[in-house]
């Protein structure tokens, strides 16, 4: 069974503070690694795909890097509106399904 | 262009009555999803589409619930007899194939 566990549950950061979120993950026979956010009230929005151990992907103030059992989403000089809840999910070679971690919590105070 | 879409967006459903949920998926995406995510946890797979062919529906929690997408776009999630814990959000995804999932806003059901 897929199984995939976020840390820290929650993190509050000053403005300009960065940091790193953590995803560990087991699953058999990995076919991408998601990384969502998502605001109060409104549904996941997509922000990466990984596929294989070594890879990385930035977007603006982030940037998600993958091993064989974790990935991370780093955080550069983050702003208050990079608040919101950052979720996880792995597919596996159960057809297209996503298992989700329970997510990260991150607040940043200006 | 128009992402994919959820209705309604609340319902307020008593114990005992029926539901069904509406999934507007992007234009052109084969493979749609339900997931429950209850609150403050991750979304919870319920069942998959290829098309109208319900490929998984091993995630569905008792035989209350029900979904179908006769024309392979439009998909409803129906669930009978609803119970106190059956209070989730009910979040809808398309993708192109096998691809990433795209999300509509969900709908938050609750039973009283």
């Known amino acids: 069974e897929d199984q995939v566990t976020q840390s820290p549950e929650a993190l509050r950061l000053q403005e300009g503070e960065s940091s790193s979120l953590n995803c560990s993950y087991t699953v058999s026979g990995l076919r991408g690694l998601f990384w969502y956010r998502q605001d109060p009230g409104k549904g996941p929005e997509f922000l990466f795909t990984?596929?294989?151990a070594g890879e990385e992907k930035e977007k603006e103030r982030l940037k998600a890097t993958l091993t064989k059992k974790e990935s991370f989403l780093h955080i550069t000089a983050p702003k208050p509106e990079d608040s919101a809840t950052y979720l996880c999910?792995?597919?596996?070679?159960?057809?297209?399904?996503?298992?989700f971690g329970q997510g990260t919590i991150l607040t940043v105070h200006p | 262009g128009a992402g994919v879409s959820q209705s309604p967006r609340y319902k307020v459903a008593k114990r005992g009555q029926d539901v069904a949920l509406r999934c507007d998926p992007i234009?052109?995406?084969?493979?749609l999803f339900w997931y429950q995510q209850a609150l403050g946890q991750g979304p919870e797979f319920l069942t998959y589409f290829q098309n109208e062919a319900q490929l998984d529906k091993s995630g569905l929690p008792s035989d209350r619930f029900f979904a179908e997408r006769p024309e392979g776009s439009v998909s409803t999630l129906k669930i009978q007899r609803t119970q106190q814990e059956d209070s989730a959000v009910y979040l809808c995804?398309?993708?192109?194939?096998?691809?990433?999932?795209?999300f509509g806003p969900g709908t938050r059901l609750t039973v009283l």
């Open positions: 995804a398309s993708s192109p194939r096998q691809d990433t999932q795209y």
């Open positions: 999910a792995v597919r596996g070679t159960s057809y297209g399904k996503l298992t």
């Open positions: 234009s052109g995406h084969v493979s």
């Open positions: 990984l596929y294989s």
